[in-house]
């Protein structure tokens, strides 16, 4: 017979990071931003890698429950490469 004071209490686990890369042809069309974010939502991905971007010139955007960082030319709408983290993440990145 086990006494309440033995019996031993699971270890709490740290929250996963979830973590995925998302080949777009472009973010350049109205509301594919928001497409992209709905479907991060659906997945519970906290950091994304989105690559094909196409915006010009590299800046931060937050957006509802979502920051955007991306890169690219500066002239004119070609590849890119950006970064979409969740809010609750945020406090993970240092600098960009």
């Known amino acids: 017979m086990a006494v309440l004071s033995e019996i031993r209490q699971p270890m709490k686990r740290f929250k996963d990071l979830r973590i995925g890369s998302w080949n777009v042809l472009s973010l350049y069309r109205s509301k594919s931003l928001q497409m992209l974010l709905d479907q991060l939502e659906k997945y519970c991905v ?15 955007i ?15 709408p070609k590849l890119g490469t950006g970064f979409v983290i969740h809010n609750k993440v945020k406090h993970l990145i240092m600098d960009f």
């Open 46 to 60: 906290d950091i994304t890698c989105v690559k094909g971007m196409r915006w010009i010139g590299s800046r931060t």
């Open 62 to 76: 937050e957006k509802k429950n979502w920051i955007i960082f991306y890169s690219c030319a500066n002239k004119e």
